[in-house]
């Protein structure tokens, strides 16, 4: 089945450095990628979506110059976190989408942000 | 304003019964729903989907319920085993949003636990 992989599967951080987490689909082109965030007992809160080669479609109240989003190729998305501070600390779980429409999401295993 | 309720955080059941999940959603202009389940550290795996043209759609042990009257859907595993356990996730969708990406918007999840 496809597969995605997201790493890294946990970081810790001190408030004010960068995170970059990157999202690739192994065996298979996604058009698309989405990016998630969940709280505890939360349900997926949907961040941002990406296409291949055009800039991010970012979800209200989600800041674009803090979740710096780039997807270079079909295969490759990646999520910075910019001064991270301890209120980004969450769950954040990639997902990426091929051929045909509504293909069904494949989901990244999520990185563990903790930011101190 | 929850798009997609999952009501019960929780759901326990007996190996070999049937676990019925349920699901409601407001948004009329929903067309397409799945199921995912995830395992604690890992990313939602893709169940079993539906569109709103049926109303029922079966893989294996699994089966999909749809009454777009009450907007309701509800995830029938029959039988029930310990492995199921996890958390399912129902998913809604209403077809190409803005940028030309399709969003899913996501429940609560409801946590399965099936005892042996």
């Known amino acids: 089945g496809a597969v995605v992989s997201q790493h890294p599967s946990w970081v810790i951080c001190k408030s004010g450095t960068s995170v970059k987490i990157e999202c690739r689909s192994l065996?298979?082109?996604?058009?698309?990628m989405f990016w998630y965030r969940q709280f505890p007992k939360q349900s997926l809160m949907l961040m941002a979506t990406?296409?291949?080669?055009?800039?991010?479609?970012?979800e209200q109240g989600v800041e674009k110059d803090k979740f710096l989003i780039n997807h270079a190729s079909l295969t490759l998305s990646t999520l910075t976190v910019t001064s991270a501070h301890p209120e980004d600390s969450s769950f954040y779980i990639c997902?990426?989408?091929?051929?045909?429409?509504?293909?069904?999401?494949?989901f990244g295993n999520g990185t563990r942000l903790t930011v101190t | 304003d929850q798009q997609v309720k999952q009501n019960s955080p929780s759901l326990s059941v007996q190996e070999g019964r049937i676990s019925i999940l349920n699901c409601d959603y407001t948004n009329s202009m929903f067309d397409y729903f799945l199921w995912y389940k995830k395992y604690p550290a890992e990313g939602p795996t893709f169940l079993i989907s539906i569109s709103s043209i049926k109303d029922k759609n079966e893989d294996g042990r699994f089966t999909v319920f749809l009454n777009k009257s009450a907007k309701h859907l509800s995830l029938h595993i029959v039988p029930s085993q310990p492995g199921d356990s996890a958390v399912y996730f129902c998913?809604?969708?209403?077809?190409?949003?803005?940028?030309?990406?399709?969003?899913?918007?996501f429940g609560k999840g409801t946590k399965l636990t099936v005892n042996p």
């Open positions: 998913a809604a969708s209403g077809g190409y949003s803005e940028g030309g990406s399709e969003k899913l918007v």
């Open positions: 997902s990426a989408q091929g051929f045909p429409y509504r293909s069904p999401l494949h």
């Open positions: 065996d298979f082109q996604a058009t698309t």
């Open positions: 990406s296409n291949e080669g055009s800039k991010a479609t970012y």
